[in-house]
């Protein structure tokens, strides 16, 4: 079971700088096997442009980035699902012109072997299967032949963290997983999450900071791209700076 | 989960479907209407042969033969632009390269029909390559305009050669024997050459078909959707694009390797920028990403500019007005249309209940 030094995940001096401004400084994060990872922190943190840094859409101007003790700093986006690493987006990022069912399929082929690509789609078992999984768990049995796009935000969401989920992950970055969603669609994607964390580890990266509250066993609360806290939720509340660095600027 | 209770329109529903199963079912649905135009546009071409080879017919079977030849190329911009979502403005070039080496091949080394084919694929490929690997580093509009400017600077240099025929490209093509074992014929026999080119073009939209339904045709289509997802997936747009250049290329370029067989000539025009434009709209009459469309609107095109050629000098513009009616009033082509139809129609069939 996971131990206190099972690293799934590991930045170390991770900064960017875009122009003059330095959005991501210094930061050293590691993420332990299991459970969630909660990064808050407010508007303008750096929180979505640590997580390109660290999903490989952007080059970091100095640090590195390790999965499971390799390091992947610079390594091509398409590989690092290979790898294990799947992420999620803050704005939806689907295939709305296709089906539900198609948007999965598409997204459990990936990583199949390049001879079955030529073959008729409904030979690719594997993937086919776990697109079948994947409507059923996330509720889209009855939506499976709808387009992507025609569904309610709530559903799109949903799939969003179904198609992450495709590659078979070991690790899954969620940014902002909740953003613009109902009061009830909220709690419901609070529950998916934490049934998925018994599964996988998950980094969630959040804006609010009550709905992590009760979700991670870790929080890192970035500011003006510094890591300001760290540790259990209660701790990091309680902290004087976090109080005025984010509470202040809310 | 918290159903919304919204209306399904989705496709038949047998109880106890797997996802899979209804969503495969959805696709048939959806390529049923192009199945059966495809079905009439092969059989109609069977018929049309024999009974204007039986009149013994020159005119009409050659312009039909030229109708089948450009629809190959209009098929090579529907996997660009219907597939891959990638807008090629130079696709003459791969046909006015292919033409040009059947044309060589035909007068320099051997009378050989086979040995042409071989050769137009090999050209095909090698220029889809150097072009794809030009061409695809940019995007959009971008990827247009070097695709565009690839093809005037070929058309041009060729233009140039004297070696190459210059400005009046290459005469005196000898007339090919056509063998299939069974069966031969020669060039210059209208009805019999009409069916080479048929048999040729079907076996490039029968492979063209078989690939839209394999995980292959599937990424090139995440491509056009949606680009940026496809990495974090574990896809390399980069390379399906390329593949699909390829491919275009060669199509185009086997669609060329006819063309001389047919015309006993080729010449610099067939590269230029009318020719290219022409496959996009061919492509677009039909219905883009439809595949049989590209063909039936290559047909429409080519009789249609023949027929007004007899009236007016003024093609173009008759074409360019037929062109925006048909963007304006069925923008996704007519076989695009007619597939709404009857899609819109198996779903409420089929939305009646079990
Ligand atoms: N590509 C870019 N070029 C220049 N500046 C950028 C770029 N991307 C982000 N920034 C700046 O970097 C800082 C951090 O932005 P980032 O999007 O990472 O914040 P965030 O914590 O995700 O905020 P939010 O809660 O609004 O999503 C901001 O000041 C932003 O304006
Ligand atoms: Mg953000």
């Given at each position: 079971?996971?131990?206190?030094d ?9 900064s ?6 330095r ?5 050293d ?16 943190a ?19 980035v ?7 700093t610079g ?7 290979a ?8 704005i ?6 296709s ?8 997204a ?27 409507v ?17 935000h ?27 969603m ?7 994607a ?10 996988i580890?998950?980094?969630l990266i ?24 760290e540790?259990?939720?209660a ?15 809310h | ?6 209306v ?6 047998s109880?106890?479907a ?11 649905i959806?390529?049923?209407?192009l ?37 190959a190329?209009?098929?090579?911009v ?21 033409a ?38 940019a ?15 070929v ?11 210059a400005?009046?490209g290459?005469?005196?093509?000898p ?11 020669k060039?210059d ?18 492979g ?12 090139l ?60 709209v ?34 173009i ?9 048909v963007?304006?009033?069925?923008p ?18 089929d939305?009646?209940?079990?």
């Amino acid at each position: 079971m996971s131990s206190a030094d099972d690293i799934v995940l590991e930045t170390r001096g991770l900064s960017v700088n875009f122009g003059g401004l330095r959005a991501v400084d210094n930061v050293d994060i590691a993420v332990r096997r299991g459970g969630i990872t909660s990064i808050i922190g407010p508007n303008g943190a750096g929180k979505s442009t640590f997580y390109n840094l660290v999903t490989g859409a952007i080059r970091p101007t100095a640090g590195k980035v390790f999965l499971e003790g390799r390091e992947i700093t610079g390594t091509p986006t398409h590989k690092l699902s290979a790898m294990g690493l799947s992420r999620s987006f803050q704005i939806t990022n689907l295939f709305p012109q296709s089906t539900v069912f198609e948007n999965l399929r598409l997204a459990a082929h990936a990583l199949e072997p390049w001879s079955l690509s030529l073959l008729p789609v409904g030979r690719a078992k594997r993937a086919e299967a776990k697109a079948e999984a994947l409507v059923e768990r996330f509720g889209l049995g009855s939506k499976a032949t709808e387009m992507a796009g025609h569904l309610s935000h709530g559903e799109q969401r949903r799939l969003e963290i179904a198609v992450a989920l495709a590659c078979d992950p070991k690790i899954l970055i969620l940014d902002e997983p909740t953003q613009g969603m109902s009061h009830t669609d909220t709690e419901e994607a609070s529950r998916m999450v934490r049934d998925l964390s018994k599964e996988i580890t998950i980094v969630l990266i959040e804006h609010d900071i009550d709905i992590v509250m009760d979700l991670s066993h870790t929080v890192v609360v970035l500011a003006q791209g510094r890591k300001l806290a760290e540790g259990p939720p209660a701790a990091v509340r309680a902290n004087k700076d976090v109080q005025t660095a984010y509470f202040g600027a809310h | 989960m918290a159903d919304d209770g919204s209306v399904t329109t989705s496709a038949p529903r047998s109880a106890g479907a797997t996802a899979a199963v209804r969503a495969y079912a959805q696709e048939r649905i959806e390529w049923r209407a192009l199945n059966i135009a495809s079905i009439v546009f092969f059989a109609g071409a069977v018929a049309f042969g024999v009974a204007y080879g039986l009149k013994g017919d020159t005119f009409y079977l050659r312009l039909a033969t030229e109708a089948l030849i450009f629809g190959a190329v209009a098929l090579s911009v529907d996997i660009l632009l219907g597939f891959a979502g990638l807008l090629s403005l130079g696709q003459a070039l791969y046909f006015g390269l292919g033409a040009y080496a059947g044309a060589l091949v035909l007068k320099q080394v051997s009378e050989s029909f086979w040995l042409v084919m071989g050769v137009s694929i090999l050209v095909g490929v090698l220029s889809g390559l150097i072009g794809g690997l030009i061409a695809i580093r940019a995007r959009g509009v971008y990827f247009a305009l070097i695709t565009y400017g690839l093809a005037q600077i070929v058309a041009k240099v060729i233009y140039n050669t004297r070696e190459l025929g210059a400005s009046d490209g290459i005469t005196g093509i000898p007339i090919v024997n056509v063998s299939f074992g069974f069966w031969q014929t020669k060039a210059d026999n209208p009805a019999g050459f009409f069916f080479v080119v048929l048999a040729v073009i079907a076996i490039i939209y029968l492979g063209l078909l078989y690939l839209s339904g394999t995980p292959f045709g599937r990424a090139l289509s995440g491509v056009r959707i949606n680009e940026n997802r496809m990495p974090f997936l574990g896809y390399r747009p980069d390379r399906l694009k390329l593949a699909a250049f390829v491919l275009a290329s060669t199509i185009a370029s086997i669609a060329g390797g006819l063309y001389p067989m047919l015309r006993g000539f080729v010449s610099p025009e067939l590269m230029y920028f009318d020719a290219s434009t022409n496959a996009i709209v061919a492509t677009m009459i039909g219905g883009t990403g439809t595949l049989i469309g590209p063909l039936y609107g290559s047909v429409i095109l080519v009789f249609l500019k023949s027929m007004i050629g007899t009236i007016t000098t003024h093609q173009i513009m008759v074409i360019g007005a037929l062109f925006m009616i048909v963007v304006i009033f069925f923008p996704r082509g007519l076989l695009g249309y007619l597939r709404e139809i009857v899609v819109a129609r198996s779903r409420t069939k089929d939305g009646g209940g079990p």
